[in-house]
């Protein structure tokens, strides 16, 4: 039996955890995983929940948290060096930035016979400044420079990471998209649809737009905000507003909120534009009962919202960012534009506000688009092919 050590940043939402959890999953019995991960943010929805479905053990490193930290990175480090001694694995693949600087320094510390890397994003532009972010595209060159293969989630990614920021040769680069269970999504439409609706006391004619994601400056909700204001007086149409998800810039944009006169729940005002939900694990009712899915996010690897709001059948109105032209068809499943670009994505926000049939038509598109490209079982074909070939190198 193979033996795999899978390494992940931290179980929260998103695609990683979705990742994780299949290949562990589905890889059997061909495959023993182990499944280890950092301590996620207090400020972050956690998705154990998920493991937890599908009878998956796990293990918590809680030194290894999303910041740098010398010490507990050191002793996370002889965590994952020990783990590495006793498990004796064949292949270590590590996903996403702090996990895979740790766990590749230790299975290769360790000679660990194939090391693999997925990004599911990159931090090399709009995260920090020259000189932090020069030293992170040296480290990952490095890193790379000993990995047995890179695995990138996008075409676009791809290309950022062998010809923009030359992390490694192409050779080395393997394509790979995330993979999901999208036929939730297509489950209890109408049940779910009214159960979201009567939540929040939405009548027949109002129109949800929904924005889904943590609450952080990257994520861009800023503008967003600023989009809703400028559409609001520009329409006939009665709409609500959801803010799904929480963070760090949670109590900011409620101020701006405020400022910008869009009344919300979270200050009690009566009858508001605008709900911010916090974390919700029962996405599938999420999804049933908006009818727009946005995103204004300044960098993405490859946005998972989009990906299930096109299960749902739901049209979106997203920036141009990283892997999102990857994820959507323009034009046929969203309307996308710069991330600069305010007056443009308020534009295509009221369009399909405006229109039913347009939203309708775009949204009927949307589950035919990716319920194969982003299957959970194309994934763990995809990987067990590339485990394969490198343990027969």
């Not at 090399?124 to 000189?131: I, R």
Request: proline share 2%; charged share 25%; net charge positive.
């Amino acid at each position: 039996m193979i033996k795999v050590l899978r390494i992940l940043n931290r179980f929260n939402i998103g695609g990683p955890t979705h990742n994780a959890t299949f290949l562990t999953k589905y890889l059997e019995p061909e495959y023993k995983t182990k499944l280890i991960a950092g301590k996620k943010l207090d400020s972050e929805a956690g998705s154990e929940f998920i493991l937890k479905n599908y009878e998956i053990d796990y293990e918590i490193i809680n030194d290894m948290s999303r910041s740098i930290n010398l010490i507990k990175d050191f002793k996370s480090f002889i965590k994952i060096r020990r783990i590495i001694r006793d498990f004796k694995p064949d292949i270590v693949h590590t996903h996403a930035s702090k996990s895979g600087a740790l766990g590749r320094l230790a299975a290769i510390n360790m000679n660990v016979p194939v090391v693999v890397h997925t990004f599911h994003g990159h931090v090399f532009h709009s995260y920090f400044g020259y000189l932090k972010t020069k030293f992170y595209i040296l480290l990952e060159r490095y890193l790379a420079s000993k990995s047995s293969a890179i695995i990138a989630i996008s075409k676009l990614q791809q290309k950022e990471l062998t010809h923009d920021f030359k992390i490694c040769s192409s050779e080395k680069m393997h394509v790979i998209p995330l993979g999901f269970d999208l036929d939730k999504f297509r489950s209890n439409v109408a049940f779910n649809r009214n159960l979201f609706r009567k939540e929040f006391g939405l009548l027949d004619e109002e129109i949800a737009i929904g924005i889904i994601g943590r609450l952080t400056p990257i994520k861009n909700h800023t503008f967003f905000l600023e989009s809703i204001k400028s559409i609001q007086n520009r329409t006939s149409k009665k709409f609500k507003v959801f803010i799904i998800g929480d963070g760090e810039d949670r109590g900011y944009l409620e101020e701006l909120a405020n400022k910008l006169e869009l009344k919300t729940n979270s200050s009690c005002q009566s009858d508001p534009l605008i709900y911010f939900t916090s974390w919700r694990k029962d996405m599938d009712v999420i999804y049933s009962g908006l009818d727009i899915v946005a995103l204004t996010s300044l960098n993405e690897g490859t946005p998972v919202t989009l990906i299930e709001a096109q299960a749902a059948n739901k049209p979106i109105v997203s920036t141009n960012v990283g892997g999102v032209l990857d994820v959507v068809l323009e034009g046929i499943t969203a309307k996308t534009c710069s991330k600069d670009d305010i007056n443009s994505f308020s534009q295509n926000l009221r369009v399909l506000v405006d229109d039913s049939d347009l939203r309708n038509k775009m949204g009927a598109s949307g589950y035919s688009h990716v319920s194969s490209l982003f299957s959970y079982k194309r994934l763990v074909k995809d990987v067990n092919m590339l485990y394969r070939n490198l343990l027969t190198k």
